[in-house]
């Protein structure tokens, strides 16, 4: 029976190659693997997704008002469809993937990003959480050893970013995996040194 799944983790924790080695897994069975990314996220290249440890792969592109039941068909027969930075997909978009996983019997498996970097949902992921089958995290760990739940953005002096757009691409040097705690002790400790400033 076929699913919906969601793998989400934050920054660092290996969402990119886990997605590739499942289409690897995929595919050394002779299964056909339709691999997608949002074209939001062009960091390696418009139809590249790449991990950090050197893994990389051709996906398909989806644009933000691409139907993807409409390029699923496009495509020809695939066995399974895995998307990447599932996140930035639209809610619209998730909506059709579980029409696909409903009426054509296919697994979905879709890696990405919970939260942004104030900790709030992304649409796409918030999506996910309300429709998937199967919902696993991928973990990583902060600085402190302590598990990383936050994406903490920051700017080019390192210091901890809490406003912005939702969407700013980077990779190690934009962004850290940090534990809730650490996040919040950096940004009052931020903050005390912003007032001692003379």
Known sequence: MSKLYFKYGAMGS???AQALITKFNYEERDMRVWL?????????GADIVRSRIGLSCRAQVIT????????YHAAGSHDVIIADEA??????????????????NLPV????????????????????????DSIAEIKTICSCGRKATVNARLDSAGRVVTEGDQVLLGGNDSYTAMCHRCW??????????EETQP
């Open 14 to 16: 290996s969402k990119s």
């Open 36 to 44: 997608i990314k949002p074209s939001v996220d062009d960091r390696d």
């Open 64 to 71: 933000p008002e691409q139907d993807i039941i409409e390029a």
């Open 87 to 104: 996140q930035f997909l639209s809610p619209a978009q998730i909506d059709q993937l579980r029409t696909l996983v409903d009426d054509e």
């Open 109 to 132: 498996l879709c890696f990405g990003l919970r939260t942004d970097f104030r900790t709030r949902f992304f649409p796409g992921a918030r999506r996910l959480m309300e429709l998937a």
């Open 184 to 193: 919040k002790r950096r940004i009052a400790s931020q903050r005390q040194e």
